[in-house]
């Protein structure tokens, strides 16, 4: 099989994994998927990404004040995200993915305390045995570091992928950005994007086994000859 094939199979193996055994990643895995990672590229080879990854009983007590504060209401996101900014077809593929993800783990549009229960899940790392933590300096409007993490993050999901290991971005982790600080220690010029939890994904489980549509490629893509 060519070089270009393997690639090809480990992007279209990298799926969004809500769902994981909970035994860790060998520290020599962890090493090269995140040696993998470092080398994204990032405007003027700026490297702007500070991942924080946490593990073990620090996980734990992360994911117990993350409980908390969301109980609390204490929101406090470095950078704002707002679905209802969305409109027209970004709203419907919105639409389209929440429904094929509360379809798919049985959860009922209109039952809302097992779809506030599910979202929940988000803060408890949907059992991971590790979360990667994403932070970046504030640097102008943002836009160009907020780019270069985007690049590292896809890095890294692909590198965990061809390790036979799966993870998930979320932006959800982001919304609680001073809770992961206190505890953890982080310095507050250190802004949160978002996190991925990741692990060896229980690929029995529902959540893990439904996929999301995507758009062709004319739907994205223009061309000026
Ligand atoms: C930056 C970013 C943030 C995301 N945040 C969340 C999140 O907070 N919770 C979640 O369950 N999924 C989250 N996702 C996963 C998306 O829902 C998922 O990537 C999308 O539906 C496409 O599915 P796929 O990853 O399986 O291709 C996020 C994805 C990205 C790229």
């Given at each position: ?77 470095d ?56 932070f970046m300096?504030e ?51 250190l802004k949160l ?33």
């Amino acid at each position: 099989m060519s070089e270009s094939m393997l690639f090809s199979d480990v992007v279209r193996k990298r799926h969004s994994m809500r769902n994981f055994f909970p035994y860790p990643v060998k520290e020599e895995i962890l090493h090269s998927v995140l040696e993998d990672a470092q080398l994204s590229p990032s405007n003027c080879n700026t490297q702007p990404w500070q991942t924080h990854i946490v593990s073990g009983s620090k996980k734990e007590a992360l994911s117990k004040a993350l409980l908390a504060a969301d109980e609390a209401g204490q929101v406090t996101p470095d950078f704002s995200f707002s679905i209802d900014d969305f409109s027209g077809i970004y709203r419907e593929r919105y639409k389209e993915q929440g429904a094929a993800y509360y379809q798919a783990i049985g959860v009922k549009r209109d039952d809302y305390d097992l779809r506030r229960e599910a979202s929940r899940r988000n803060l408890e790392f949907f059992g991971a045995p590790h979360v990667a933590l994403l932070f970046m300096p504030e640097v102008g409007d943002n836009v160009r570091v907020a780019g270069d993490i985007g690049m590292y993050a896809q890095t890294l999901l692909l590198s965990l992928t061809a390790h036979g290991l799966g993870g998930v971005p979320q932006t959800a982790l982001g919304c609680y950005s001073d809770t992961i600080r206190e505890e953890l220690g982080i310095d507050p010029s250190l802004k949160l994007l978002f996190g991925i939890s990741f692990g060896y994904p229980d690929m029995n489980h529902p959540a893990n086994q439904y996929r999301i549509k995507k758009a062709l490629i004319n739907e994205s893509v223009t061309f000026h000859r």
